[in-house]
């Protein structure tokens, strides 16, 4: 009863305190025409407990569009509004506001918000909460953290988060390309999911909606880095006996960063699962990557050197001894979609008593395969003869 009449008398309290900056912010009207933004931020983060308003949000961006050199005033105004307030609501809503700005503006204001933090016009500090205990407290020093990492990436073309990267970093060829996957984008990935990773459900109340709107948008785009993820660890199991031996040992640390990532992943999706309301999130199945598989993988640095290269195939890594016997180090990846995938890659034939399938192996990196078919079938093209019909053209053989 007690706690109910002091968040009565806060939202009251509240509310008076809104009106009044409201109304200063009319009366101030600066001289640049940007009181309405500044309005408009004042009505977005107010003291009750809801998620951030999609009219104010657009509202906001539909002035900031129609006032050129509005976006530093924006970031300034927002920054004040969360320095300044010791409501913790106040400042989570205008956390929540940043991020639901980087996610519906486009890519110039995009860009333009980030120009703004790099500048220091937009800052998340949460310094005056440092003394609060409150769990609640605690969520909201995550969440600005993440938010603070959030700021170098950036919703590409196709809706999918991607990082900053330098200007000059243009990859001309396929292996540069790979290169930069694994050693630029994975470890800025896996720096993300960390941040995705301290922002536990189990600091948030049920009852606490503006908490559970803010880690639903940050599990959403927790689903497109878990992706990325995966996308890196497969590029850097094919490529590596193909890197240098110091590249290598930078391939076995991002690995064991990625299992140990993989398995509080799944942790982290299954807590969401039941304390965030938000029935509409399509959580991936995580795949979980055992910590044996990337030690084996280790085990071959001080070997690989004075060998051959070992065959590598798609989602497989074989280091070769010197008996000529495989030892199965990495199996196959599964991308985290509800399709069941398998892989059936095989190895050239050893011996006669020595020929397994390698998809049935259980050392995997994760417990489903990718299923691909290579062609045994040569085709050769015969000159060109304007007699023969098209689906003629070539004769083929049967290896």
């Known amino acids: 009863m007690r706690v109910d009449i002091q968040e009565k008398l806060r939202l009251a309290l509240g509310s008076v305190k809104d009106h009044a900056s409201v109304g200063k912010a009319m009366i101030h009207n600066h001289h640049d025409g940007f009181s309405d933004i500044e309005i408009a931020v004042l009505r977005a983060t107010g003291h009750d407990n809801c998620p951030v308003d999609d009219q104010h949000m657009h509202e906001i961006l539909f002035l900031v569009s129609n006032s050129p050199g509005s976006i530093p005033f924006l970031a300034e105004r927002i920054s004040r509004r969360l320095c300044k307030t010791r ?3 106040v400042a989570l809503k205008t956390l929540v506001l940043i991020h639901r700005l980087l996610r519906g503006g486009n890519r110039s204001f995009e860009k333009q918000l980030r120009g703004a933090h790099v500048s220091g016009h937009l800052q998340m500090s949460t310094r005056c909460f440092t003394k609060n205990p409150d769990p609640s407290v605690c969520f909201l020093h995550k969440y600005a953290a993440y938010l603070e990492e959030r700021m170098g990436w950036l919703i590409n073309q196709a809706g999918k988060l991607e990082p900053v990267m330098p200007k000059g970093l243009e990859f001309r060829y396929y292996e540069e390309k790979s290169i930069g996957m ?6 800025k990935c896996q720096l993300l999911l960390d941040r995705v990773l301290d922002c536990s459900p189990l600091d948030i109340l049920p009852s606490d909606n503006l908490a559970q709107a803010a880690m639903s948008n940050t599990l959403k785009e927790s689903f497109q880095l878990y992706l990325t993820l995966c996308e890196g660890v497969a590029a850097l199991v094919n490529m590596f006996f193909d890197l240098t031996r110091s590249a290598r040992a930078l391939a076995c640390d991002i690995l064991k960063r990625a299992s140990q990532q993989s398995q509080k992943l799944h942790d982290l999706y299954e ?5 965030i309301e938000n029935k509409n999130l399509g959580y991936p199945s995580v795949q979980i990557i055992t910590m044996e598989h990337v030690m084996s993988l280790e085990q071959c640095l001080p070997c690989s050197q004075n060998l051959q290269r070992p065959a590598i195939s798609h989602g497989s890594v074989f280091c070769k001894t010197t008996g000529g016997s495989a030892v199965h180090v990495l199996g196959c990846l599964s991308k985290p979609t509800k399709t069941q995938v398998t892989t059936a890659a095989k190895e050239g034939k050893m011996n006669e008593n020595n020929n397994n399938d390698i998809s049935s192996s259980s050392s995997t990196l994760f417990s489903c395969a990718l ?9 050769v ?13 070539g004769k083929t053989l049967q290896l």
């Open 371 to 379: 299923e691909t078919k290579i062609s045994m079938v040569w085709v």
């Open 381 to 393: 093209f015969d000159e060109d003869d304007p007699n023969q019909s098209q689906g003629s053209v």
């Open 87 to 89: 409501d913790r609501m």
């Open 182 to 187: 694994v050693f630029r984008k994975l470890p």
């Open 271 to 275: 807590n969401s699962k039941r304390i």
